[in-house]
């Protein structure tokens, strides 16, 4: 699979490509995305009443929502156990002034690349990565709380119940905005599902990344991270 | 324009842990909305209760609070039943088994009841009006035993299932439906015939219902056996403090 969509991808470019995630980082990507489709759709179909009516199988789907639910987070936790995720992690918590810039420009719809500086990560992803991680957390304790009832008394349950409801709401939104945001870029879709990206792309949309090197992908890039 | 060196400094890894914050602020918005619920619930019912009674759309149906009837089924699809084929059964320990028609169903004294639905996951439908035949009509006509202490119900679902105690099958407040809000029954709503159980919490009026069977003891039904309370009444059970519907 790989080899495919890579020659497919830029031929004349192709030993210049630059490392962007590794199979680790992919991975946590990929099991995550799953997780969570399974876990929308299936909530859809307890939540939306035409869905509901052509699904049924209450149970059963309550079920595969709740497990997809609380597995989320899982494959985050493991990941923790890769170098390069939690250097992309440190990369993702830290707001430089250039981010700052890139939030104003995005506020104005400023497109302009000048306006426009970002590093590994522009400050649109690192907002929406940290959103969504505490949502996610957020998902998960109060869903838990409405699974377990036994866990606190119905105040908390009822009280988590409004949250898990409008922040789904949220959450959806959000989550159609990111895959919207993938559909738009085939270059940041192909980072992403080969682990490289044109090197040209990658100082257009990433100005400020220090590109690690394409040509020792497994060299230790510990300079970057603290 | 491009990044100079100065900016490259200050590029990946440094500057203010904002994703840090961002995470914890959410932490802390989720359980503020937590301590709020009790009070921006009843205010976005309200809302939204209004809204929804002019929302040709029905999207305000789909928000969280909505309002109106959620469709659960336990089944992946529950066959169609109307005046040629359905049939409600009445057996067990009773003096003379019967088989009813809609049409003879529908000949039967009929009650009205208007109360709030109240479901054991928190929505809550107020004023619903439900007519039909009073479960006790049906027991009376069948001639109950000395030797029998509840009722079960079963369903064309195929699945669902339900019980009450006896004392419990011949209060006046719980009918077999077959219209409700003034009209016949419709199949999402559990039609053509549901129980319905006035007191107590939404799952004991089961759906699509097709048998009664007059029992020896109380058998859990479908809910029942995956944790829900057999003793279903509002506001006094699954750890709910609701208000009565009665």
């Known amino acids: 699979m790989p080899p495919l969509s890579e020659t497919a991808a830029a031929p004349a470019a192709t030993a210049r490509r630059v490392r962007r995630f590794t199979p680790a980082e992919r991975w946590i990507h990929r099991t995550t995305a799953a997780l969570v489709g399974v876990c929308v759709v299936s909530a859809a179909c307890l939540y939306v009443p035409d869905l509901a009516q052509l699904v049924g199988r209450r149970a059963l789907v309550v079920t595969v929502h709740e497990w997809t639910g609380i597995l989320t987070p899982v494959p985050v936790l493991a990941g923790l156990a890769s170098r390069a995720f939690r250097a992309d992690l440190g990369r993702l918590n830290r707001f430089g002034p250039h981010d700052r810039r890139w939030l104003r420009a995005a506020l104005r719809r400023d497109h302009s690349r000048a306006e426009r500086p970002a590093g590994k990560f522009n400050a649109g992803q690192k907002v929406y990565a940290a959103w969504t991680a505490g949502a996610m957390l957020v998902m998960a304790a109060t869903g838990s709380l409405m699974w377990f009832t036994g866990l606190a008394p119905l105040m908390w349950r009822t009280g988590a119940t409004f949250v898990h409801d409008w922040l789904a709401l949220a959450v959806g939104i959000v989550v159609i905005g990111h895959i919207g945001k993938a559909f738009a870029d085939p270059e940041a879709r192909r980072g992403m599902r080969t682990g490289r990206v044109d090197p040209k792309w990658a100082a257009r949309e990433h100005p400020l990344w220090r590109t690690e090197d394409a040509d020792h992908p497994d060299a230790d890039h510990a300079r970057d991270v603290h | ?246």
């Open chain 2, 1 to 246: 324009m491009d990044a100079t060196p100065g900016d490259d400094e200050r590029g990946d890894g440094r500057g203010a842990p904002v994703g840090r914050r961002i995470l914890l602020g959410m932490l802390g918005l989720g359980a503020a909305g937590m301590a709020v619920a009790p009070w921006a619930q009843r205010g976005m019912e309200s809302a939204l209760g209004a809204v929804a009674d002019k929302d040709p759309t029905g999207v305000t149906g789909l928000l969280p609070n909505g309002g109106g009837f959620r469709y659960y089924s336990v089944t992946s699809s529950v066959p169609h039943k109307d005046d040629t084929n359905y049939r409600l059964t009445v057996r067990g320990l009773v003096d003379k088994p019967a088989d009813y028609r809609l049409a003879e169903l529908r000949a039967l004294p009929q009650a009205r009841l208007v109360r709030d639905v109240q479901c054991v996951t928190g929505w809550r439908v107020p004023k619903t009006p439900f007519e039909g035949v009073r479960l006790s009509t049906l027991l009376d006509a069948a001639g109950v035993s000395p030797r029998a202490k509840a009722v079960r119900f079963t369903c064309f679902d195929g699945a669902y299932s339900e019980s009450l105690t006896l004392e419990q099958a011949r209060r006046p407040d719980v009918l077999v439906a077959l219209r409700m809000q003034g009209k016949p029954l419709g199949h999402a709503h559990g039609g053509p015939v549901r129980l319905y159980v006035a007191p107590m919490y939404f799952y004991k009026s089961a759906k699509w219902l097709s048998g009664i069977t007059v029992t020896d003891e109380v058998r859990p039904g479908y809910w029942e056996d995956r944790g829900y309370d057999v003793d279903g009444w509002v506001g006094k059970s699954n750890g709910r403090d609701d208000a009565p519907t009665v």
